[in-house]
């Protein structure tokens, strides 16, 4: 019988934060290997990494069940001495990038946007099935919109609503530290944690099929 491997959604304790508690036998904190946590301490020493994380804590105290998302982003950057703001959009949003933008500029910031489906390139030109163009012929282009924000020199990007995957590839070249603001989530109106507070209702049968 093939063993069960157990990880963090498996935990009953939550001691790692609360401290007065005990670990569940399989915890990583106590399994964890003096290497592993000496190497994470030491990246944050490397770069912006421990100002990034002072200033997430700072906001998150500060701001606690009282700030919504948009401020905490414009709280976060303000930390971080961040002017001038990217904004990486699906261009299905574009109407909460131009909101966004302009929440910024009125709060001081420079916003700088490129959406999407910036380039206009053929889904088909990149190897990506004809069929995929039914529903828009152009691709999206999360590698370009990273690259035209780093040649803005933006010094903070945030997410608008980019596709599962092309979210992924524009994190990994993105130069500046990058934020989400919106999740896309055509089904739910932008908020896929309510697949999560339903899969044991609406989705049951959706998700938890056999």
């Avoid at 093939?2 to 790692?16: A, F, I, M, P, Y």
């Avoid at 036998?25 to 592993?36: A, G, S, V």
């Amino acid at each position: 019988m093939e063993k069960v491997l157990h990880s963090c959604v498996d935990c009953g304790t939550q001691n790692c934060k609360f401290k007065t508690r005990t670990y569940p036998e399989f915890c990583p904190t106590t399994h964890l290997k003096e290497e592993d946590r000496a190497w994470a301490l030491e990246r944050y020493d490397e770069g912006r990494n421990r100002e990034i994380m002072i200033a997430s804590a700072e906001v998150e105290f500060e701001g606690y069940c009282q700030w919504t998302r948009v401020q905490e982003i414009m709280e976060f950057a303000r930390k971080i001495q961040a002017k001038r703001i990217g904004i990486a959009n699906c261009v299905g949003l574009i109407r909460e990038a131009r909101m966004f933008a302009r929440i910024l500029q009125a709060n001081g910031f420079e916003a700088y946007a490129v959406t999407c489906k910036v380039a206009g390139q053929a889904k088909s030109s990149m190897g990506i099935p004809q069929k995929c163009e039914q529903i828009g012929a152009a691709m999206c282009n999360p590698i370009l919109q990273a690259r035209l924000l780093n040649e803005a020199h933006t010094d903070l990007n945030v997410v608008i609503g980019l596709c599962v995957g092309h979210d992924s590839l524009f994190y990994k070249y993105s130069d500046a530290y990058v934020t989400t603001l919106v999740t896309k989530d055509r089904v739910t109106g932008n908020n896929p944690v309510a697949a999560l507070y339903t899969a044991e209702s609406y989705y049951k049968k959706k998700f938890f099929k056999g």
